[in-house]
T-cell receptor
Framework: NAGVTQTPKFRVLKTGQSMTLLCAQD?????MYWYRQDPGMGLRLIHY???????AKGEVPDGYNVSRLKKQNFLLGLESAAPSQTSVYFC????????????????FGPGTRLTVL | AQSVTQLGSHVSVSEGALVLLRCNYS??????LFWYVQYPNQGLQLLLK??????LVKGINGFEAEFKKSETSFHLTKPSAHMSDAAEYFC?????????FGDGTTLTVKP
């Protein structure tokens, strides 16, 4: 099993350009997440999905869009990149628990380092 | 809303010394709690998790954590630090299908 994979690993964009980050998981997980990690700020949730065809906003969704057309893939899009979106982006996935009040551990990809000039 | 607070953004210990990384949580329901480790230029990986079974949870690489409801704490410990333990550690609380992460603690191990 490859686990969670992310494409690309590195990317440099100019302000205003667009791009899509791809996340794929082969563990048949229901839930998938996109985070950004910035120095001293931990992980901040951008968007997440609780199943194929469904997405929801996280803590910092502005400037990003997502789609989950297939259960194994979760795409993160930047329509018009800004320097404030320079960050390391992580995708993660987890199984669904019977109790909706709780959440299970997450499996993370290796990250995408994005620089916006 | 659930939240976690990690006390100390940087912790430095000598090789062979006790490692103690502190985490306090806030949760409106009995929480699921996690510790993750992140090595440089890698994603996070699970060290251990608490899911309301035993209050003392053992994880990988000799780490363990104790859930203390009265103190709303879930501190991570290791009796003897190794150079390979140098990394960033994150505490997280899971609820409603998501996890909320602390800001992380960077552990430095001195020879």
């Amino acid at each position: 099993n490859a686990g969670v994979t992310q494409t690309p690993k590195f990317r440099v964009l100019k302000t205003g350009q667009s791009m899509t980050l791809l996340c794929a998981q082969d563990m048949n997980h229901e839930y998938m997440y996109w985070y950004r990690q910035d120095p001293g700020m931990g992980l901040r949730l951008i968007h997440y999905s609780v199943g194929e065809g469904t997405t929801a906003k996280g803590e910092v969704p502005d400037g990003y869009n997502v789609s989950r057309l297939k259960k194994q893939n979760f795409l993160l899009g930047l329509e018009s990149a800004a320097p404030s979106q320079t960050s390391v982006y992580f995708c993660a996935s987890s199984t669904k628990l019977p109790s909706r009040e709780r959440a299970n551990e997450q499996f993370f990809g290796p990250g995408t380092r994005l620089t916006v000039l | 809303a659930q939240s976690v607070t990690q006390l100390g953004s940087h912790v430095s210990v000598s090789e062979g010394a006790l490692v103690l990384l502190r985490c306090n949580y806030s949760s409106s329901v009995p929480p699921y709690l996690f510790w993750y480790v992140q090595y440089p230029n890698q994603g996070l990986q699970l060290l251990l998790k608490y899911t309301s079974a035993a209050t003392l949870v053992k994880g990988i690489n000799g780490f363990e954590a104790e859930f203390k409801k009265s103190e709303t704490s879930f501190h991570l410990t290791k009796p003897s630090a190794h150079m390979s333990d140098a990394a960033e550690y994150f505490c997280a609380v899971g609820s409603a299908g998501k996890s909320t992460f602390g800001d992380g603690t960077t552990l430095t191990v001195k020879p």
